[in-house]
């Protein structure tokens, strides 16, 4: 069982549509990052968010912080086609070693033209 | 911003044979550094934090004598898998921490080891 479960796991749309990814848990999180991987390269930091109830937006996409800092919502307006990659959340909890990430299990977006 | 280049991108060896990765900091010192296996289609699984100056800490399952780690200098950590078999195959991604939030991670391109 993965401490971040990340939804859906696969997503195809057309491009203009809109989406939203969704990473949870039952865990709190001292901050929580998005990121984005293209195939064959490393993941790129999208954004991220440290204070409950966060909003930060980038472009077309609207990152989300709950509350209770378990869980963030990733959404992303008029879908376009270089938006297609591997979207992953990671957490950070507070521990001996200092914030430490833990990866959710992605979500394939493809966005077709 | 941080710029971390690993190398090589792509490795193809002989099973049996070892090969090294290299995870370097460009433009930054990294105390720490982190070791990421990822399975086609699959999440990032950390395998072990570098250290500076000390011992890697391994994750649970990773062999620490099959992934030799080395973090001799601040922009620096080596990974290398000894004897590397088929199943070692995989995409192995590094990351940078910059100051103490090791939160904030900075990650190479990854290198696709296949091993024959």
């Known amino acids: 069982t993965q401490l971040l479960e990340q939804s859906p796991q696969f997503l195809s749309i057309q491009e203009g549509e809109n989406l939203t990814v969704y990473c949870n848990s039952s865990?709190?999180?001292?901050?929580l990052q998005w990121y984005r991987q293209e195939p064959g390269e490393g993941p790129v930091l999208l954004v991220t968010?440290?204070?409950?109830?966060e909003v930060k937006k980038l472009k077309r996409l609207t990152f989300q912080f709950g509350d209770a800092r378990k869980d963030s919502s990733l959404h992303i307006t008029a879908a376009q086609t270089g938006d297609t990659g591997l979207y992953l959340c990671a957490g950070a909890k507070r521990n001996n070693a200092g914030n430490m990430l833990t990866f959710g299990g992605g979500t394939r977006l493809m966005v077709k033209p | 911003g941080a710029v971390v280049s690993q190398h090589p991108s792509r490795v193809i060896c002989k099973s049996g044979t070892s090969v090294k990765i290299e995870c370097r900091s460009l433009d930054f010192q990294a105390t720490t550094m982190f070791w990421y296996r990822q399975f086609p289609k699959q999440s990032l699984m950390l395998m072990a934090t570098s250290n500076e100056g000390s011992k890697a800490t391994y994750e649970q399952g990773v062999e620490k004598d099959k992934f030799l780690i080395n973090h001799a200098s601040l922009t620096l950590s080596t990974l290398t898998v000894t004897s590397a078999h088929p199943e070692d195959s995989s995409f192995y991604i590094c990351?940078?921490?910059?100051?103490?939030?090791?939160?904030?991670?900075?990650f190479g391109a990854g290198t696709r080891l296949s091993v024959l």
């Open positions: 968010v440290v204070t409950g109830g």
């Open positions: 865990s709190v999180f001292s901050s």
């Open positions: 990351s940078a921490a910059r100051g103490t939030a090791k939160n904030i991670q900075y």
